[in-house]
């Protein structure tokens, strides 16, 4: 990501603050050389809540972490599994995603054996292979890969832990897609809960490393050494924040997408029973969740993006359950709704062609 494609990002993202929930930033960010000016912070976010999945459907609102250790073995990890995922994703843009995972299955027992099944290094690997199994379909795969990955972040970090409750939104995630979205909703809903407070924090870190004068050049010329590695700090903290804001940016969509899909999917039958009392008005507020993460998908990654057309696959799915379950009135909803979906994504794909 270029300077100018990071403030359009940033911006993008600021403008949607008001109505998007958040996801922590994952296990480590290498933040590149971005830099931009951030302007006047927007309202602190406040994520919607719908009330577990056993105590009715009513909405109410409310208001990434790294592995913990500095030794020499910890360093030596990341920096190894840093390198084998980068040849990995090298592979897959190159249209050979099948060696790239063939390379991570093959290297993964290797990396257990010198660092530990539990060492987040580990848990990187098994968070790459399970996004990549998800978007391909493998849901059993996805689930295996994604637990193991949950699994490592709760032993390092807790349970509560930032890390933790991002991978959990992935385990989420496949777990919806694998039929189970009993286990998916309170994963998906807890991680939600820890994501606005990360996003949050990130917000209020990027607002509080304003630049040191109007212009940062001039002041840079009468500056001591001190005052220069101050400000050297302060702008590495600021590109920080903004790399982790854009990985926020994308990640939340897609929590708060399955988050309302898994729901369905649990309550699908209650909400066609009620649909004349309050299942109709129910099935609306879900559907506008997964329309706006959507369209905040889209302001990070192209209509053709794994991302966009995993949700449209599952979205797709979860109306032939509905079909075949015999909900009429929820699967016909779900059916209009799937065509706004795919007539969002479209207008987007015309409008990046043009």
Same mark, same amino acid.
């Given at each position: ?22 996801? #922590? ?9 971005? *830099? ?5 912070? #927007? #309202?602190?976010? +406040? ?6 999945? *056993? ?9 990434? *972490?790294?592995?913990?250790?500095? $030794? ?47 060492? #987040? ?21 996805? +689930? ?16 509560? $832990? ?21 286990? &998916? ?33 001039? &002041? ?51 909400? %066609? %029973? ?16 997964? $329309? ?49 979906? &795919?007539?969002? +994504? ?9």
């Amino acid at each position: 990501m270029n300077r100018s494609q990071a403030v359009r990002a940033l911006r993008g993202l600021l403008a949607a603050t008001s109505r998007n929930g958040a996801l #922590p930033g994952g296990t480590r960010c290498l933040a590149e050389g971005l *830099g931009v000016q951030h302007a006047a912070a #927007p #309202p602190a976010v +406040v994520a919607t809540r719908i009330q577990a999945p *056993g105590r009715g459907f009513a909405a109410a609102t409310s208001d990434g *972490g790294g592995g913990g250790g500095s $030794s020499d073995q910890r360093n030596s990890a990341w920096e190894e599994v840093s390198s084998l995922s980068a040849a990995a994703t090298e592979m897959a843009e190159e249209g050979r995603p099948e060696e790239a995972k063939a390379l991570l299955k093959r290297e993964l027992p290797g990396l257990v054996e010198k660092y530990g099944a539990e060492d #987040p290094s580990v848990g990187m690997v098994h968070n790459q292979l399970a996004l990549w199994a998800f978007y391909d379909g493998q849901f059993a795969d996805a +689930v295996e890969s994604a637990t193991a990955a949950h699994r490592v972040w709760v032993k390092e970090l807790g349970e509560d $832990s930032q890390a933790a409750a991002f991978h959990g939104i992935r385990l989420g995630m496949a777990l919806t897609a694998d039929g189970r979205p009993e286990e &998916a909703f309170p994963l998906l809903e807890k991680g939600l809960d820890v994501a606005v407070k990360n996003y949050n924090t990130h917000l209020e870190q990027l607002q509080a490393l304003q630049p040191l004068a109007e212009d940062p050049a001039a &002041a840079a010329e009468d500056a001591s050494e001190a005052d220069q590695q101050v400000m050297a700090a302060r702008a590495e903290q600021q590109r920080t924040s903004i790399v982790m804001l854009e990985r926020l940016g994308r990640a939340l969509q897609e929590a708060k997408f399955y988050r309302a899909l898994s729901f369905l999917g649990v309550r699908g039958r209650e909400l %066609d %029973d009620k649909w004349d009392d309050n299942g109709a008005g129910a099935c609306f507020f879900l559907e506008q969740e997964m $329309s706006d993460a959507v369209t905040d998908m889209l302001r990070w990654v192209v209509p053709d993006h794994p991302t966009v057309q995993a949700a449209l696959r599952e979205h797709n799915r979860l109306v032939g359950q509905c079909r075949r379950e015999g909900l009429r009135r929820v699967s016909d909803d779900l059916q209009i709704h799937g065509q706004r979906l &795919a007539d969002l +994504v479209e207008e987007a794909r015309n409008g990046k062609d043009g």
